[in-house]
Structures are given as structure tokens and as C-alpha cells.
């Protein structure tokens, strides 16, 4: 019996295109030939399986849809099919979970039609990696953000497919990526056959089948980062021939550290710096470096300090706080001798408060915003927060000088 899932197929593509068979759209009639093959070395050819055809003509409508079985050498035969000027004829075989298929223009149905199929298996070593690069597409400098674009290409030279098992996640018999540190936004493309995309570790996994053949995966993402360069390790689950890292001129001087510098490539008249290694292993990864990376102008960090979640829900209330402590327990709300007694408690020098007060505060709370994220090493953060304090205390004293005058 013809399967169900076929039976879905062709309500479904009905359904999207929305038109019916139109005898009309051909001159005359065809009967096609063909057989299923089982391509694994040593394996019978199925019999009695199930094959779906679908016509279509130039335009893309649907001319006709036939559907039967092989017979026990693997032959099938559909007859009184409209005969097409143009369009093609696509053939579909299920088999042991996988659908294989051809699409073949009407001369090429003329000698034959050959659909091979093959027998499954859970090892995902029968996949190689080809080629991966990794494209640094851009950076956004006040988000500190990169978006990247992974190309993934993928060899199957047995004569096995591979069929994973989601069942068992110990098996890990899937397709893996891995992602930087703090990657979000992911978006998955790929010519293999339409299956779940799923969450692994650090990464992502595709459970597609894989037949024998060539095969490509892309998928976008963006990923923080911190400073002016990034560390993290790429483990390289199914290792790779030629593994690169891509940077467009553009970018300049962001490079890439830890590859292999080598000639730059020309991309769709882009021209993209390059860092690649060679014949990694499966599992053994590479460690990646991004340097130069562009960091936030002081009127982006500024905007950003102002309108950061953290700064209003941690650092404002709890400062706020201490300061109207200070004005609590002196007993001064009003004048500027309370202002001045709350700053000397803070450990801010007394006396006439400079105008300029406000500004040099911002920049001693921005430059301990900077320390704490790891931007500032301690000499050079004490050294810089010092020569502010006593830009304070200098103001302070030339503000007593012109009191006293």
C-alpha cells in the first residue's frame, strides 16, 4: 500500500500552487521507464517500493502526478503521461526513512530513469568536512557585537547514508556546530532534507540525512564580545580539510590571530583578508583569536552607561542611597553646605564645589565602569582615578584662593 506520507505530498503541493493538471499544457503522451538501484555495495535492489511522480511544465504548473511500485528488480513504469515541450518530471522513492529523488527534463527521461537509493547508517564519521569559513560579516562597535556567517561543505564518499538518531542523544549520530560564547540569533540554511534544527551544548545540530554526495550548510549568528579582542575555541566536531576565517578590507585592521595568514580572495568584487589551517582532526578544533576589534567612542559609552538597565536597577539606587544617608545623618537639605559635607563623606574634597563637578564625577564613574568590565589594568585605572581626584582638589583650592580674595 501506498504510503500516506505520499498521499501528503501531492494534496500539499496542490495546496501552494493551487492548480490542477492541465492535460492541455502537453501534446500527446509518454509512458517512462525506470528502476530503483540500491547504490550500497553488496545490498539487494528493493522491491515493491513505493515511487511518486510529479509533472510539471514550463511555467511550473502541475501537468500530472503518478504514483506505484517496483516490481521485484526494482523497474517501474508510468504510463499515458503528458508528453512536455519543457518543464520536468520529478521522481521520489522513500526508503528506510529517506527520501531520494531525481528531477530530469523530458530528454532527459528518454533512455531510462535510474533513482538510486541506499542503506542507512548512525556512524557520522561517513560526513566529512570539506571546507568551513567563517565570514566576520560586520561589527558593531557600540553594541560591541559581531555578526558572523558560517559556510559549511560536506562530503559523504561512502556508500552509506547517514540517517540520525534523535532517540538516543548519547550516540551523538548527527551533524554538530558549535557557536562562540554568548551566540544568539541564529538562523540555519541548508540543501539537505528538511529536518529539526536542535540545541547541543554550545553549539546547535542538524538531524537531516545525509546520502552519498556533496552537501552544504550556512547559518548567521551574533556573538559579544568585550575590549578589543576575542578568544574562544572552535572544536571542530567533524573536523575539516580547510578550516578559514574571512574578513572583509573593510574592516581593517580587525585580523584574525592563531591561523595561518594567506592571500587574500576577491568575493563578488569584495575583497576579504584571509586566516586558514589545514587537515584538522575531528574533535581537535582550533583556537581563534579576533584583535583590533573596534571599541565604543566615548559618546557611545556614555549614552550607553545612561541608558543601561544595570546602571538604573544597581548602581543609581545604591549610591542615591548612600548619599541621602550622608544628608540624613548631617541634618542639610538645603544650601551648599550640605552638598559639600555629603561629598566630603563620599571622600570628594570640601569647600566651593567647581561647576564642572558633574562632568568630572561622570568620568570617574565611567573609568570605574571600564575596571570592572576588565578594559583597565589596576595601575593605569588608580593612576587615571587619582589625576581626576586631584583635578577636584585643584579646583577646590583655586576655589578658596578667589574666596579669600
Known amino acids: 500500500m501506498v504510503r500516506v506520507f505520499w498521499i501528503i505530498i501531492i494534496v500539499s503541493f496542490l495546496m501552494v500552487v493551487g492548480l490542477k493538471a492541465e492535460p492541455g499544457s502537453a501534446q500527446g503522451v509518454v509512458s517512462i521507464k525506470g528502476r530503483v538501484v540500491n547504490g550500497t555495495n553488496g545490498a539487494e535492489a ?16 502541475v501537468a500530472a502526478t503518478a504514483q506505484g511500485l517496483t516490481d521485484d528488480t526494482g523497474g517501474f513504469e508510468f504510463g499515458d503521461l503528458p508528453l512536455l515541450d519543457a518543464g520536468q518530471y520529478i521522481f521520489s522513492v ?15 527521461t528518454s533512455g531510462g530513469v535510474e533513482i538510486q537509493v541506499f542503506e542507512t547508517t548512525r556512524d557520522v564519521t561517513v560526513v566529512q568536512v570539506t571546507r568551513q569559513v567563517l565570514v566576520i560579516a560586520g561589527v558593531d562597535r557600540t553594541e560591541r557585537e559581531i555578526s558572523a556567517i558560517e559556510f559549511v561543505l560536506l562530503a559523504n564518499e561512502t556508500d552509506r547514508t547517514l540517517l540520525p538518531d534523535v532517540s538516543n542523544p548519547a550516540m551523538m549520530s548527527f551533524l554538530r556546530f558549535s557557536l562562540p560564547p554568548g551566540a544568539h540569533d541564529l538562523d540555519v540554511q541548508s540543501n539537505l532534507p528538511s529536518r529539526e534544527v536542535i540545541s547541543v551544548g554550545s553549539g546547535f545540530a542538524i538531524t537531516s540525512p545525509v546520502i552519498p554526495g556533496r552537501h552544504s ?38 585580523r584574525a590571530g592563531m591561523l595561518d595568514e594567506v592571500e587574500p580572495v576577491r568575493i563578488q568584487g569584495t575583497v576579504y583578508q584571509a586566516w586558514e589551517r589545514r587537515n584538522i582532526d575531528a574533535g581537535q578544533g582550533v583556537a581563534l583569536e579576533l584583535l583590533e576589534l573596534p571599541e565604543p567612542s566615548l559618546p557611545d559609552r556614555f549614552q550607553r552607561a545612561i541608558t543601561s538597565a544595570t546602571l538604573w536597577r544597581a548602581v543609581l539606587p545604591s549610591a542615591l542611597g548612600a548619599f541621602l544617608a550622608v544628608l540624613l545623618l548631617l541634618g542639610v537639605f538645603k544650601g551648599r553646605a550640605g552638598f559639600r559635607a555629603a561629598t566630603e563623606a563620599l571622600g570628594v574634597p570640601g569647600g566651593d564645589i567647581p561647576l564642572d563637578l558633574d562632568r568630572m564625577v561622570q568620568e570617574i564613574a565611567d573609568l570605574d565602569d571600564r575596571y570592572e568590565r576588565g578594559e583597565l589594568i589596576d595601575a593605569e585605572y588608580r593612576e587615571r582615578r587619582q589625576g581626576l581626584k586631584s583635578r577636584i582638589l585643584e579646583s577646590r583650592q583655586n576655589a578658596r584662593g578667589r574666596s579669600s580674595d
Open 46 to 61: 528493493p522491491g515493491a517500493l513505493p515511487v511518486l511522480l510529479l509533472a510539471t511544465d514550463q511555467d511550473g504548473r
Open 217 to 254: 550548510v550556512e547559518f548567521s549568528y551574533v556573538f559579544p564580545y568585550h575590549g578589543n579582542a576575542l578568544s574562544y575555541r572552535q572544536p571542530l566536531l567533524q573536523g575539516a580539510e580547510v578550516y578559514q576565517v574571512l574578513v572583509p578590507e573593510r574592516l581593517a585592521p580587525l
Open 94 to 108: 522513500d526508503y528506510a526513512g529517506v527520501i531520494y529523488g531525481e528531477v530530469l527534463s523530458p530528454e532527459e
